[in-house]
């Protein structure tokens, strides 16, 4: 670097410094002025610069990407355009053009003051609203809008105007999910075995319409091969309904009756729509394992995730939609064969809406069954919930088919300090087939509160009775095809949900149970499971105890096995930081003992690693008694630009298995094909052409690709997202004006980010014509260019971003065609300092 980069005069420099800070302050109340003769002490011949823009505060007219804030609270970020006005004191200040339509989105009563349609073009004149105001914040790019409250209807809060959502691009891509696991016993013959299994999620975007379908492929040991189509469906949101219309496979809502499987048209109302504030459940599933295990869910018996999870306690929180509800069946598959399996209810409470809300279902189409010789019924099915005054919220809905109606009717209250309560009852009239024409009832009652004072927080409490002549609709329409749906008919269910905190620092209390019987051969099941978790100086330990209890059918073929299935499960766990030592890895131990199968102890590690905590990893060790003896295991999990990466390995003294797997998304756009991890329901492809492999905030592994894109996924529906590109990681040749984007998009929507990334060398050049400098404040252009606009500081130096090899450059200073010089320049084959290139040119003045 020469030393023109160290010559700036402390005076002047305090002059530049204030006239960059003066835009930033948003209460400046006295008008600053200074004798702009300083500023052409060392070149009185080039004359002086136009400063009077900056002694107002005011900048050049235009269109700027501003924060929008409407008495304090932010509503958008966007492009407006300003105006150059005079005001009251005939000073020059920048006024938006904001339109009617924006006013009123912004909850403006615009049909209150006609005069706001000056018809003087797109503008409206806010004048017309009397003490409105607004107040460009040029320094912090906000646009402050002060309205009266009495002229604007209060939104709720985190609403967006549907008109700022977004349906997103025209799209085509694929989900993909594929593992497997190679297999060898550590006896006898050593026999191998291989199991693969494969998740693919195509689907394709056109305005509103998402066109989605789900397929998995298996391959199981004995290496026989199994495809199966979960579904296949269309669907685009019905704004004015506040709804999502769906065509093809899907499943009815749950929160009136039990869930029910179509291929049809279904027409539902989405919450998602509504503002937080006025919203009234993906589940997840947690278990423990005692060996090295494979966890596969399936639900209405489709399998619709399968994971490897280490021994111990375990949570799955990343499973994806299937297109409706159904309660989970997950099996957990342990190292030696034996199996746990447990149902997890995908239903939520409470039903309660808020006053005036109607949320409503219109299904119809045919049953659609997991076995395929169940007969395919058509049905239709209506529901309403409907929040009435006093926390009273009525809901019910009609079932009808050629072997099975119904009707359901119940009354939710919410009864203040006492929670919340529901209850409904279903009459069903119902033809099973080789059965009698039957009828009969199903009574309900669920219950849920948060005691703030004591911390005790009932999530769900219910209970449900139905009379030995009641059938659900899909026990009825399946058993026309399927001998077994009648066995299990559920006589009554009780279930609890609870948490306790304990005061500070003395960690919470957690219940869950439920009891269920059958009406055929006295089945029943329960289950208990009670958990304690804490943190003691950054140490997090928990102790958890489950019982479990099946009674299988007493038939004739199995008397013996009745009462055959109990078990008792004591776990503790506790995890260290090891931050001291270890940077971002943990220490953890944990035992877990059964009353059935002995006592297991693992201590293992566990961590993230590599930038951005791209890589998680775990390394655990194990001993077992009765017969259990070592065991052991390793996982990696690396999320990178193009997808995710898993791999593991585990063994025990029967048997060892590398288990591998790779995931993530392909998306086809109008700029070409874009690789990612895996995409959820709504995503963003980001466009920043030229600004490659720059880190997403706050998403593990996202970077852009070579080309500047990439895409995150897992956005907030119908909500603001923003997205930052970290600058840190920006290239040296890559300059943002702006590098947060905020996007709004609808379900299942692809919405693009545009960044304006400025690709070109940095160079500071010192402007001179016959030794004097070009004058302090002047303003420099790339001919060509019209993206932006550079600053002149002291002794003709300026600093260029996005620089062309080679061109022309003009500086202004006036309004006169004197005031004015050009500069070709071509650059330097090095940068000197920093990727920074220091350059003189000859800034020749028009003569």
């Known amino acids: 670097m020469t030393t023109a980069l160290n010559t700036m005069q402390p005076a002047r420099l305090a002059i530049f410094i204030a006239l960059a800070l003066a835009g930033v302050s948003p209460t400046l109340y006295a008008s600053e002025t200074f004798n702009t003769e300083l500023v052409e002490l060392d070149n009185p011949g080039m004359g002086k610069a136009d400063l009077s823009a900056f002694e107002s505060g005011s900048q050049a007219p235009g269109t700027y990407h501003v924060d929008i804030i409407l008495d304090d609270r932010l509503l958008e970020t966007r492009d407006i355009r300003f105006m150059a006005v005079k005001d009251a004191n005939g000073s020059g200040t920048l006024q938006p053009c904001l339109s009617i339509g924006q006013l009123k989105a912004w909850g403006v009563k615009t049909a209150l003051f006609p005069q706001l349609d000056a018809g003087e073009g ?255 019924t058509p049905f239709g099915q209506l529901t309403g919930i409907y929040g009435l005054p006093h926390g009273i919220t009525l809901y019910g809905g009609v079932q009808g088919a050629d072997k099975y109606q119904s009707a359901a009717l119940g009354m939710g209250k919410n009864m203040g300090d006492l929670g919340a309560v529901s209850a409904d009852v ?59 749906a009648l066995q299990d008919r559920r006589r009554n269910r009780a279930e609890l949900t609870m948490s306790q905190t304990l005061g500070d620092n003395l960690g919470a209390l957690t219940l869950s149970a439920a009891r269920e019987d059958y009406w055929n051969d006295g089945k029943s099941m329960a289950s208990w499971s009670v958990g304690y978790s804490n943190y003691w100086h950054n140490i997090s330990y928990g102790l958890t105890w489950t019982y479990s209890k099946n009674v299988r059918s007493a038939s004739e073929n199995r008397k013996s096995q009745k009462n055959a299935d109990h078990d008792q499960l004591l776990a503790f766990n506790v995890s260290i930081p090891l931050d001291k030592f270890l940077p971002q890895t943990w220490a953890n131990y944990g035992m877990n003992a059964s009353s059935n199968n002995g006592t297991t102890h693992n201590v293992g590690l566990n961590g993230v690693a590599l930038e951005n905590r791209a890589l998680s990893w775990n390394v655990q060790q194990g001993y077992g008694t009765e017969g259990v003896g070592n065991t052991g295991n390793v996982n990696a999990d690396y999320k990178g630009t193009y997808g995710e990466v898993t791999a593991g390995y585990g063994y025990d003294k029967n048997s060892e298995r590398l288990n591998y797997g790779l995931q993530g998304g392909i998306l086809a756009h109008a700029d070409g094909i874009t690789l990612s991890q895996p995409l959820g329901e709504t995503s963003v492809l980001i466009k920043a052409p030229g600004a490659y492999y720059v880190d997403i905030r706050n998403q593990p592994g996202v970077r852009t690709d070579f080309r500047g894109y990439t895409v995150v996924s897992n956005l907030s529906v119908y909500r603001k997202n923003d997205l930052t590109l970290d600058p840190e990681t920006m290239p040296d040749d890559v300059e943002l004006e702006i590098n947060t984007r905020t996007v709004t998009p609808t379900r299942g929507a692809v919405v693009r980010a545009d960044y304006l990334p400025k690709s070109g060398r940095r160079v500071l050049m010192t402007l001179t014509d016959n030794d004097r400098a070009v004058p302090f404040g002047a303003v420099v252009a790339l001919v060509g260019d019209e993206s932006g606009s550079f600053i002149v500081g002291d002794r003709g130096q300026v600093y260029l971003t996005g620089m062309r090899e080679q061109g022309t450059l003009v500086a202004t200073w006036g309004s006169q065609s004197s005031q004015q010089c050009r500069a070709d320049f071509t650059l330097p084959n090095h940068s000197t300092y920093g990727g920074i290139a220091d350059m003189h040119t000859t800034c020749r003045q028009e003569r």
């Not at 066109?211 to 949101?237: C, E, F, H, I, P």
């Not at 280490?310 to 034996?338: C, K, N, Q, R, W």
């Not at 009832?441 to 009932?458: D, H, V």
Request: charged share 20%; proline share 5%; glycine share 10%.
């Open 426 to 484: 279903t009459l069903g009239w119902s033809t099973p087939e080789h059965t009698a024409k039957t009828n009969g009832q199903s009574w309900r009652a669920r219950y849920s509160k948060n005691f703030i004072t004591t911390g005790t927080n009932f999530s769900i409490a219910g209970y449900r009775y139905s009379t030995r002549g009641y059938y659900g609709m899909q026990d009825v329409l399946g058993s026309y095809g399927d001998s077994s």
């Open 122 to 376: 797109e503008c409206a004149d806010l004048r017309a609203i009397p003490q409105a105001s607004a107040d460009f914040q040029f320094g912090a790019q906000r646009l402050a809008i002060s309205i009266p409250q009495a002229a604007i209807d209060l939104p709720a809060r985190g609403y967006v105007p549907p008109d700022m959502w977004d349906e997103g691009i025209t799209a085509a891509m694929l989900n993909y999910s594929l593992s497997g696991a190679n297999s060898r016993a550590r006896s006898g013959a050593g026999t191998r075995s291989d199991s693969q299994y494969a998740n693919l999620r195509p689907g394709i975007n056109v305005g509103p319409w998402r066109l989605r379908n789900y397929t998995t492929w298996s391959r199981d040991a004995s290496g026989q091969d199994k495809w199966d189509n979960v579904y296949t469906l269309m669907q685009r949101a019905i704004i004015p309904l506040q709804a999502q219309l769906t065509l093809g496979d899907s499943s009815a809502p749950a929160d009136v009756f039990d869930s029910m499987p179509f291929r049809g048209v279904q027409l539902a109302s989405d919450d998602d729509m509504l503002p937080d504030s006025l919203k009234g459940y993906a589940p997840v599933v947690r278990g423990i394992a005692r060996t090295n295990a494979q966890v596969v869910v399936r639900q209405n018996g489709y399998q619709i995730y399968q994971s490897y999870v280490a021994p111990g306690a375990f949570e799955i929180a990343d499973m994806y939609p299937t297109g409706g509800a159904g309660d989970l069946d997950v099996t957990i598959v342990e190292a030696d064969g034996s199996e746990q399996h447990f149902t997890l209810p995908y239903a939520s409470l409470p039903v309660l809406q808020r006053e005036g809300r109607l949320k409503y279902a219109l299904t119809a189409g045919q049953y659609r069954s997991y076995n395929r010789s169940v007969e395919k």
